[in-house]
């Protein structure tokens, strides 16, 4: 929420977006560690616009807040120009694969260090839907769009346990477990949209959902956003958006690119 010194507001009040209008904003992290973002006008680090207020983690079913910084007196929050609310649903996973890949260096072998290892090795594929809702309104009654999400991708578990053999005929066990994850394909659909009864934008992803790709972009009627490979953690990210609902495209372009890209989803994805 609002920083309570007020230090955040700036000194110019920019009005708020209209419909029509092509904005290039620029979304930026308030503090080093926090969730919430300043979005600057034009990507102008002395344009303050707006702010996005974010309540909880990534695959808590999050919710989102753009605002602007007209405040009521004693209240260090602004009025809503666009909400939304991430839900993840239960993965699947299918098509398991288990065998042992094991060496053993003990007795068997010839070897006198009286070590064993046994290597387990687990393959499958998975599937993860996501929603994200859109709103109109802080309390999320109103709803104005809908996105759905289908990802899918590969997982490997690696369990490696190293049996020693003590001089007294003891057997010492320790065990490490590896798992990797990989995104292989992800489909973003515009389920829902105010004004549209059918015929919804399409949502295009220019690129490969992993870390061999040059890039990833992301491309619709709604918004532009682009990002590179390994810049998932850094603190901004820019959209554009000449969609009649400015604010909606601009935290439509804001989650899709920067809290469910590929690398979002496969890090958080539950497989084991």
């Known amino acids: 929420m609002g920083n309570c010194f007020g230090s955040e507001v700036p000194e110019t009040i920019i009005d708020d977006p209209k419909e029509g209008d092509s904005c290039h904003v620029l979304f930026k992290k308030t503090g080093l560690l926090s969730r919430d973002q300043f979005i600057y ?6 344009k303050k616009w707006l702010k996005m207020d974010k309540q909880g983690g990534l695959f808590s079913n999050p919710t989102y807040i753009i605002e602007n910084f007209v405040r009521k007196e004693g209240e260090d929050f602004g009025e809503v120009l666009c909400a939304a ?134 491309d619709s009627d709604c918004f532009s956003a682009e990002c590179n490979p390994g810049s998932w953690g850094s603190d901004q990210i820019e959209v554009k958006t000449s969609w009649k609902h400015p604010a909606l495209g601009m935290l439509m372009g804001y989650i899709i690119a920067k809290e469910i890209s590929p690398d979002d989803v496969k890090d958080n994805v539950h497989v084991f």
């Open 85 to 218: 609310k991430l839900d993840v649903k239960e993965c699947f996973t299918y098509g398991h694969e288990t065998h042992d890949d094991s060496d053993s260096s003990g007795s068997d072998s010839g070897s006198d260090d009286g070590v064993e290892e046994h290597v387990e090795k687990t393959k499958m594929k998975w599937a993860q839907k996501i929603k994200v809702k859109f709103y109109s309104d802080r309390e999320m009654t109103n709803q104005i769009g809908e996105v759905k999400v289908k990802a899918k991708g590969k997982a490997k578990k690696t369990v490696t346990t190293t049996i020693t053999t003590e001089e007294d005929g003891t057997e010492k066990h320790e065990s490490s477990t590896e798992i990797k994850k990989k995104c292989k394909k992800l489909k973003y659909t515009i389920e829902e949209l105010h004004g549209h009864e059918d015929d919804m934008p399409k949502i295009k992803i220019d690129g490969k959902p992993n870390h061999s790709a040059h890039k990833l972009a992301w």
């Open 41 to 46: 006008q034009d990507c102008d680090l002395e």
